[in-house]
């Protein structure tokens, strides 16, 4: 059997009217979504081109002073999940 690896969308929501500028600046304006609903209710997200955009937000978020939340949409019809705990760091653990 094949092992049919499912499309993922990405989307970011920016949790202020700064990163909301950003987002509009950086990402083609098709991508702007509007209210959607996810898990969490309906927000206002930006889709992103892939998984690498999330992570260059993520690693420049000090530096431009944005702030946003990351969700998920598994398949073209799947529900749109908040991610809380992607990019949380991992515990180390205790030497022996």
């Known amino acids: ?36 609903q996810t898990n969490k209710g309906k927000r206002n997200l930006w889709l992103c081109a892939s998984f690498g955009d999330v992570v260059l937000f993520r690693e420049s978020r000090e530096q431009i002073k944005i702030s946003f939340g990351v969700f998920v949409q598994e398949g073209r019809n799947g529900a749109i999940r908040e991610r809380t705990k992607l990019f949380a760091r991992k515990k180390s653990r205790p030497q022996a």
């Open 1 to 36: 059997m094949g092992n049919k690896r499912r499309e993922h969308y990405w989307y970011v929501e920016p949790l202020d009217t700064h990163t909301n500028e950003v987002f509009s600046r950086i990402l083609p304006p098709q991508n702007a979504k509007g209210q959607i």
